[in-house]
Each structure stands twice: as structure tokens, then as C-alpha cells.
């Protein structure tokens, strides 16, 4: 069995548009941090910690936007991911 969890979060029934950041949670239907007994016991940690580093970054560039031709996503069945993610401060 190969389990490709690259199409995780992306389930159209589920994810109507899927390459858009929701920072509110998608409806909370998420399983970035997996669900039932194993579920992540850092997805709390992790959630503060992308809330403090994503208020910092916008602190420090408030226009911050994509550049054009952003994002490039690695070319994976397996792991959904990028390679490069150009942003433009100004
Ligand atoms: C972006 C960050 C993270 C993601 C996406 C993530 C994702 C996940 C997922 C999907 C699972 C469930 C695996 C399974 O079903 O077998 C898991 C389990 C786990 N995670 Fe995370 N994790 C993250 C950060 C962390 C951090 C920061 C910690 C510790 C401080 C942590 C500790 C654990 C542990 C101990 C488990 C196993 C729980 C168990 O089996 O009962 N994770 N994580």
C-alpha cells in the first residue's frame, strides 16, 4: 500500500478551493495533524507557533505579497510541497 497523503486537505467534496489560505481552518475539517488516538500532541505548540511567526511577518512587511509566477510546487505525487515561494516586501 502507498498512501499518498499529497492529496490530504484536498478532497473536493471537502475542499472546494483548496489552493486558497484559509487562516480561519477550512471549516476545521483539517487533517494536516491526523485525527483519533494518534493524533499530533505538538499541533497546539505548532498552531501558536505559526501565529506568532505569521503576526511578526506581517508586522515587519505589511504589503507582503506573492511575486509573480508564485508559488512553484515540487513535483511529487507523494508530498505536496513547494520549491520556492517568492514574496515581494515592498
Ligand atoms: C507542522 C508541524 C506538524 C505536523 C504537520 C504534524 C503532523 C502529525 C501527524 C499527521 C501525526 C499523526 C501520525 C499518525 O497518524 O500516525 C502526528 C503525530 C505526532 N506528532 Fe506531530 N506534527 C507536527 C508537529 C509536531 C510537534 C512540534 C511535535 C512535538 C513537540 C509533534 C509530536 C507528535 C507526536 C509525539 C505524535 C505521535 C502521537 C501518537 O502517536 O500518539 N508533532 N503529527
Do not use: K
Amino acid at each position: 500500500m502507498v498512501p499518498l497523503i499529497g492529496a490530504a486537505n484536498r478532497d473536493p467534496a471537502r475542499h472546494p478551493d483548496p489552493d486558497r489560505l484559509d487562516v480561519a481552518g477550512r471549516d476545521g475539517a483539517s487533517i494536516s495533524f491526523g485525527s483519533g488516538a494518534h493524533v499530533c500532541i505538538g499541533a497546539l505548540l505548532t498552531r501558536i507557533e505559526a501565529e506568532i511567526t505569521f503576526r511578526q511577518v506581517l508586522q515587519r512587511w505589511p504589503h507582503l505579497r506573492l511575486a509573480d509566477g508564485s508559488p512553484q510546487w515540487a513535483d511529487n505525487p507523494a508530498y505536496r510541497g513547494l520549491t520556492a515561494l517568492d514574496v515581494v516586501t515592498g
